[in-house]
């Protein structure tokens, strides 16, 4: 019974990020908590969606696998490895961007 009531906690966790990551990218909406820090919202609701897919790789087949923990060893290491990658896009999205070149301004008038 703990069993799945950990997978379901895990389960609604992740999708819960995963949607706040959709909604991220598509209509650069962040929560609340996040606003003022987050400078490119689409950027970081990719970087949500990779790690809730990393997170779901990593619980659903790793700890949480009913199955035998040593046949699934290297999804959860990959599932890991999204997971930081996707935080390290969530921490460039806090960063401002480049800033766009625009043309130099003449400094002399045109007669």
Do not use: I, K
């Not at 619980?59 to 890991?80: E, I, K, Q, R, T």
């Amino acid at each position: 019974m703990l069993h799945w009531s950990l997978v379901v906690t895990a389960v609604v966790c992740v999708t819960v990020m995963a949607v706040v990551g959709v909604s991220a990218v598509t209509r650069e909406w962040v929560p609340p908590f996040g606003r003022r820090r987050v400078l490119r919202p689409r950027l970081w609701g990719v970087g949500a969606l990779m790690s809730a897919l990393g997170l779901s790789l990593f619980m659903l087949l790793g700890p949480l696998a009913s199955g035998d923990p040593a046949v699934n060893f290297y999804v959860p290491l990959a599932g890991m490895a999204v997971n930081f990658a996707g935080l390290g896009v969530q921490m460039l999205a806090q960063r401002p961007g480049l800033a766009p070149r625009q043309p130099p301004t003449p400094t002399t008038g045109v007669s």
